[in-house]
């Protein structure tokens, strides 16, 4: 009992006597298989590449107003990455760029769920919270974004966007002072500042939720306690970080992709398991795009039997918007100008659906006690199990790649070089290439591989596919591949002659040479000819 004054006597008179919700640690644990991943020693085989690894380390090499993360990427201040990611994860980058990234894409995994669940606890009680937030950890869409695709940008805006939701519904109310508000327009600006586009997108359907749709809370109407220009604010706070990410680095536009043409067939919103392949126009597309069919099972419980009520208009809400989203990725709203693909509108139909999910268990008090909790919980966590499998590489890539090949339509990088031999007349040199592809290859390159001296003679060549038997358009996108070449030194090859060995890739039909960084080639070796 003394031990137990002791104890109430240092907490804070504030939290005396409150109940401790221990869902928060639940939540907690239960998301821990969603980003268990990522604790894999390398790296994820992902559509993106290392090109994260590499944003990070050049923002480092060449750290300067206007920077952007350009490494193998466009500049477009709309569909492109923005630079807040990068820049909120430079601090971490003496563990090293792979663990700065991996770090930050956890948290993205962890701050979603747990933003969802502080909103929807205050909307609808903790059970359903904790049930809809577990929905929003495992939903395939987000996982294919962070497991497949690699999109790092992403994946962290889809993690503020709950913030956004939680933060601004705080800062609604009368009596609790203006930081929430000022926070959410904080948050709202961030998400400008992630990928601009699709902040754009997002930002204002949370904010007309919550200014239009905003559930009772504890059976008590908001409208009386409501600040009439709380959404404004969080509106102007987009609207300074747009204003800030235009002087950062002004309005280019440079996309690559036809967007009118990358639209979801209604079959690929139910397919089950995930897929590795890239969005290509077409129906024939490997690239998962389910919204997520345990979300949507359960949110079928907030819209039958129809809601009636102060309750209704939320739900209302949050269905159109569901509607909305499926139906410009089936049938593309013209966003091309924002987004690079119309199905990324499906992260907001996911969002939704978690939203009406929670209202839907709370319609029904008998699901939201243990031990259906518990199966519910399960449910939400067995059913985006299957896209936790993602292709591994041990490859440890470097501060920057050697070369990357083709410009942004082909994306051919390479990752290392290694080579081995004597500039000896007459050796043998062999060197061992790591690739990537960012891009499907739309042709069989060869390599070529020469030793040159000053005057461009060569002393030495050879020509093949850089992989040996796998040629290059058997390469999957986001694949590490790994292939040796070698060739002999001219044993007329005079000594003390410097040499280079450079390679590059060309087409062996016309003989054009695929644009590098610098040039048409790169160079791996210099050193003078030995005896």
């Known amino acids: 009992m003394v031990l137990s004054a002791r104890l109430r006597s240092v907490v804070p008179a504030a939290w005396r006597g409150r109940t401790i919700d221990y869902n928060w640690v639940i939540l907690l644990g239960l998301t821990l298989p969603a980003w268990a991943p990522l604790t894999y020693p390398g790296f994820v ?67 979603g769920p747990l933003a969802l669940y502080g909103v929807l606890r205050r909307w609808w009680g903790t059970g359903p919270a904790l049930v809809a937030a577990l929905l929003y950890a495992y939903l395939p869409f987000n996982l294919t974004n962070v497991y497949v695709r690699g999109a790092y940008t992403e994946a962290v805006l889809w993690a503020l966007a709950p913030l956004l939701l939680w933060w601004g519904d705080l800062g609604g109310e009368r009596g609790r002072g203006w930081g929430w508000p000022i926070a959410a327009a904080v948050v709202a600006a961030a998400m400008v500042w992630v990928q601009a586009g699709l902040a754009l997108v997002v930002a204002p359907v949370v904010v007309l939720a919550l200014w239009l749709a905003r559930p009772a809370v504890a059976g008590r109407a908001l409208t009386a306690q409501r600040r009439p220009w709380w959404p404004l604010i969080i509106l102007l706070g987009a609207v300074v970080g747009l204003g800030l990410r235009l002087a950062w680095n002004g309005s280019q536009a440079a996309s690559v992709v036809d967007f ?150 082909r994306g051919i990088v390479l990752i290392d070089d290694t ?67 070698g060739l002999t030194v001219d044993p007329a090859t005079p000594s003390g002659t410097p040499l280079r060995l450079v390679l590059g890739l060309y087409n062996w039909q016309t003989g054009q040479r695929l644009p590098a960084d610098a040039g048409d080639q790169v160079t791996v070796v210099e050193g003078v000819v030995g005896q």
């Open 45 to 111: 085989q992902v559509h993106q590449g290392f090109l994260p690894i590499y944003q990070l380390h050049d923002l480092a090499a060449h750290p300067a107003w206007g920077w952007l993360p350009t490494v193998g990427l466009p500049a477009d201040l709309w569909r492109g990455a923005g630079p807040l990611p990068y820049l909120l994860s430079w601090p971490l980058l003496p563990l090293g760029g792979l663990t700065a990234i991996k770090v930050l894409l956890a948290l993205a995994l962890i701050v």
């Open 260 to 409: 009118m043409a990358h639209r979801v067939e209604l079959f690929q919103l139910f397919a089950v398991g995930q897929g590795f392949g890239v969005s290509a126009p077409g129906w024939q597309d490997t690239l998962s795009f389910q919204v997520g069919l345990a979300a949507a099972g359960i949110a079928l419980l907030a819209v039958l039997p129809p809601p009636a009520g102060p309750q209704r208009r939320p739900l209302v809400f949050w269905g159109l918007i569901v509607l909305l989203a499926v139906l410009g990725a089936l049938l593309p709203l013209p966003l091309g100008g924002l987004l690079t693909y119309p199905w990324q509108v499906l992260g907001l139909a996911g969002l939704g659906l978690c939203i009406l999910a929670a209202a839907g268990l709370a319609r029904y008090p008998a699901l939201t006690h243990w031990p259906a909790l518990s199966a519910l919980a399960a449910t939400a966590v067995l059913a985006g199990y299957a896209y936790l499998a993602p292709h591994y590489t041990a490859v440890q890539p470097g501060a920057a790649p050697v070369a990357i090949f083709g410009g942004y339509d």
């Open 419 to 485: 080579t081995r031999g004597t500039l000896t007349p007459g050796s043998v040199i062999s060197t061992t290439l790591t690739w990537q592809a960012l891009q499907p290859p739309d042709f069989d390159y060869n390599l070529f591989l020469h030793l040159v001296d000053d005057r461009g003679q060569r002393w030495g060549q050879t020509d093949q596919q850089p992989a040996g038997e796998r040629p290059m358009t058997g390469w999957a996108v986001g694949e590490v591949i790994t292939g040796t070449v």
